[in-house]
């Protein structure tokens, strides 16, 4: 009789445990950094995907770098950038190619943490100090094979010194952002731009902003809002992306070209 309370009170236990680990949710988001491009790889058997169309503001900007085809389905290399902070489903941004419903589309779920950004360029440093007492004129016999290789190494680098070798060609310079830009604008204007230069031009476009209104030592979420709301640049800023995201977009190519043209030249030195 005694008993009876104890295995009670252990029955009660198990039940709480088991209660804890049924009800228990597991957080299966990924924290990204905001600002900083990320990949997903998407297997997908249904029709073509496309990302949906540009609208202002949008949290998250998504592209397809790649799409690998399969006999049964569909390997696509997403590439995204997270703007501001929250939760989001990278499948909230895809749509099929011909209109039709998305069905079986896997989600790929994500969180924008701005901690993460604040703290993209830190790094830990941990360091204790640590003493060593040895004996045996330890110290005594370190500092003169000290000084022994250091008159070696003397007598290495100026006995008979030969004569430095000739100075190599360091090659051609690597181009300028304006070089770039001009690069960008040539193949617009000739109608050879394709999606991966058109991403590359994007991220050039926002680094001449960045510069233009002295924004490079601020993180690159806070930069975007500056730039979509700055006099200069807002309006740019609009149309560039409504041309990059939409599919039937309406801004013509020769507006684009006049965005590009100011920045494809070189600064007066």
């Known amino acids: 009789m005694k008993r009876k309370p104890a295995l009670w009170l252990a029955a009660l236990i198990a039940s709480a445990i088991v209660v804890y680990f049924a009800t ?22 249904g029709p073509l995907l496309a990302v949906a169309p540009y609208k202002w503001g949008v949290a998250v900007n998504v ?6 085809e399969k006999p049964d389905r569909r390997i696509y290399d ?43 360029d ?13 004996g045996g004129r330890y110290y005594e016999w370190m500092a003169f094979f000290t000084v022994l290789w250091i008159g070696w190494l003397f007598l290495l680098i100026f006995w008979k010194r030969p004569k430095p070798p000739a100075v190599p060609d360091a090659g051609p310079l690597p181009p300028t952002l304006a070089e770039l830009m001009k690069d960008f604008l040539d193949q617009l204007e000739a109608g050879t731009l394709n999606a991966d230069a058109k991403a590359k031009m994007e991220m050039l476009m926002l680094q001449c902003w960045r510069n233009e209104l002295a924004l490079n030592a601020e993180p ?5 809002d500056q730039i979509a709301s700055h006099g ?38």
Request: aromatic share 6%.
């Open 24 to 45: 228990r949710t597991t957080d299966d988001s990924l924290r990204v950094p905001l600002g900083v491009e990320q990949a997903a790889i998407v297997t997908y058997s």
């Open 63 to 68: 592209r397809i770098a790649a799409v690998t």
């Open 78 to 120: 997403l590439r995204y950038i997270v703007n501001r902070a929250g939760n989001f489903d990278l499948k909230d941004y895809l749509v099929a190619d011909d209109g039709s419903t998305l069905e079986g589309l896997p989600a790929f779920k994500f969180e924008g943490d701005p901690k993460l950004s604040k703290n993209l």
């Open 122 to 134: 830190t790094r830990i440093q941990e360091t204790e100090e640590i003493r060593v007492d040895v």
């Open 220 to 224: 690159m979420h806070s930069s975007l």
């Open 232 to 269: 200069s640049t807002g309006d740019a800023l609009k149309k560039l992306q409504h041309w990059l995201h939409h599919p039937s977009s309406s801004v013509p190519s020769a507006e684009i070209a006049a965005v590009i043209k100011p920045y494809a030249v070189e600064a007066a030195s």
